[in-house]
């Protein structure tokens, strides 16, 4: 339950943080762009766990509303990007403020483990499938068996939001070609 617990929460900051992205491209395509991604991706009732998760199927309802939070997010992002690509710029620019904002909240990682303990508790999607390639005392680096669930553009902003996470700290974030996630110690300046 803990975990679903977890997962839930990841998936109402992922939503919160779409819903601004909704707001703001409604400014730019019109008022009707959040009815349009509500009938193309579904929605994601706002409330507690207790109130939202049926108990008796708590697995069922996690998984639909981790895909509903994905295909909003993709669908939301990806709509604004076709009507401008220097709008890449704003997205990045909004998720590395989030994850600067809500590191304030968060224990600051003393070593790699944590750190990557500190991405799994922060990003949707983050542990399912895992295979690490490479892990030393200065990087983590990983990739995942299966990511149909989330496509690049979602991780791409996800790397923004983790460099807001770890700004201030001994520790780096960053993705590379073909889907590579790596965690590592900063160089010293």
Known sequence: MEDNRKTFD?????????????????????QDFPDYIDMNCGA????????II???????????????????????ASTLLKSDEAFMNLLGDYFLRQGKRLKADLPGPENL?????????CVLGSRE?????????????????DSRDADGLYWKLMEFFMQGIFSDTPFCFC????????IMVKKAS
Do not use: C, H
Request: net charge negative.
């Open 175 to 182: 993705l590379r070609d073909g889907l590579i996630f790596e």
């Open 10 to 30: 990841k998936i109402q900051l992922l939503n919160f943080m779409t819903e601004d992205i909704i707001s703001f491209a409604a400014q730019k395509l019109g």
């Open 54 to 76: 049926d108990p008796d199927s708590p697995e069922q309802f996690i998984k639909l509303y981790k895909t509903t939070a994905l295909k909003r997010l993709n669908l939301a």
């Open 113 to 121: 483990r944590q750190a990557l303990e500190l991405f799994d508790l």
């Open 129 to 145: 499938g895992r295979v690490i390639i490479e892990e030393t005392e200065q990087i983590v680096k990983w990739n995942y068996q």
């Open 44 to 51: 994601i009732p706002q409330g507690e766990y207790e109130k």
